[in-house]
């Protein structure tokens, strides 16, 4: 099993920044992707960023150019970045974990963006 503690949400001004953290513990050995995805309200669940064992980042359009995705696998510690936030990056930010040992989520962090 692999526990998840995602941290850093909040509210904040559009065209202000954010980072968010993401945690693991237990059976970390193995992980591969890491992954941020978000659940606006209403709207489904959407992949935002991700990142995989050889540092290979893959982001969703809407965030190109404004959101950076990494990792500290000394922490075992994910982060994502986020600058210029408009008010459509309103949503809930999980974080996800896949490997030989499945998938795993974190509870979630809100992210609200108004002014």
């Known amino acids: 099993q692999v526990q998840l503690v995602e941290s850093g949400g909040g509210l904040v001004q559009p065209g202000g920044s954010l980072k968010l953290s993401c945690a693991a513990s237990?059976?970390?050995?193995?992980?591969?992707?890491m992954t941020w995805y978000r659940q606006a309200p209403g709207k489904e669940r959407e992949l935002v960023a991700l990142?995989?064992?050889?540092?290979?980042?893959h982001y969703t359009n809407a965030v190109k150019g404004r959101f950076t995705i990494s990792r500290d696998n000394a922490k075992n510690t994910m982060y994502l970045q986020m600058n210029s936030l408009k008010v459509e990056d309103t949503a809930v930010y999980y974080c996800?974990?896949?490997?030989?040992?499945?998938?795993?989520w974190g509870q979630g962090t809100q992210v609200t963006v108004s002014s």
């Open positions: 996800n974990v896949a490997g030989s040992l499945g998938s795993f």
């Open positions: 237990g059976s970390i050995f193995n992980i591969n992707t």
């Open positions: 990142i995989n064992s050889r540092d290979i980042t």
